[in-house]
């Protein structure tokens, strides 16, 4: 089956420990989304690619960092993780334009210890 | 900025009608979409609309009127499993670039026997 595949779903990093998120698709769209998800609150956009084209929203920490090295992966780097940053991790894919909404992934529920 | 409300909680009955409301200010519109989450999961897309007026599909409608800025997500005969987050999300673009969908933070239902 098509779909959006994360890894790991549990993600346990030490305080100030680079971690990388993964973000795998299967459905050949062309733009990939990173959200991040505290409890009870929205999911927050803090980038995404159209195609290559690279889009960072204003209010994303400089901390978080993403790559896109084809169009069926993409990672979230964030540097130097502190508590503030435990929180699920959605990655999405959607087809510019369509109407079917986003696809999500199962999502990378981080702890930062 | 952009805003979007919805209630925070809601309860209803097993078999009952629920309708849970969202207005939106946003600087762009493209679309309106909602979408469940189960408590550790991911969004799961619902409905979409693009145009003023109800789309039904099955047990869920969703309702939306862009003069006023409002969208509802009507959910019939109620059952035990539609207890979940409900998220109300608007498409862009916001600010020119391409489009994006921000959320709101989610109606929380809680069905009861």
């Known amino acids: 089956d098509a779909m959006v595949i994360q890894n790991p779903r549990y993600q346990v990093t030490q305080f100030g420990k680079p971690v990388t998120l993964s973000c795998s698709q299967t459905l050949n769209h062309n733009v990939m989304y990173w959200y991040q998800q505290k409890s009870s609150q929205a999911p927050k956009l803090l980038f995404h690619?159209?195609?290559?084209?690279?889009?960072n929203e204003a209010d994303t920490p400089d901390n978080f960092q993403s790559r896109r090295p084809n169009t069926s992966f993409c990672f979230l780097d964030i540097r130097s993780p502190g508590l503030g940053d435990a929180a699920m991790y959605l990655c999405a894919t959607s087809r510019e334009g369509g109407t079917d909404g986003y696809t999500f992934g199962s999502g990378t529920r981080l702890t930062v210890v | 900025g952009q805003n979007i409300d919805q209630p925070t909680e809601m309860t209803a009955t097993e078999g009952a009608i629920v309708q849970i409301n969202c207005t939106y200010q946003?600087?762009?519109?493209?679309?309106l979409f909602w979408y469940q989450q189960h408590a550790g999961e991911a969004p799961t897309f619902l409905s979409y609309n693009v145009l003023d007026g109800l789309e039904e599909k099955g047990r869920f409608s969703s309702f939306l009127s862009r003069s006023k800025g409002y969208s509802y997500l009507l959910l019939k005969e109620l059952q035990m499993k539609d207890s979940a987050s409900y998220l109300c999300a608007v498409r862009g673009p916001f600010s020119g670039g391409y489009n994006k969908l921000i959320f709101g933070a989610g109606t929380r239902l809680a069905v009861h026997p």
């Open positions: 690619y159209y195609d290559k084209d690279f889009n």
């Open positions: 946003t600087s762009g519109f493209n679309g």
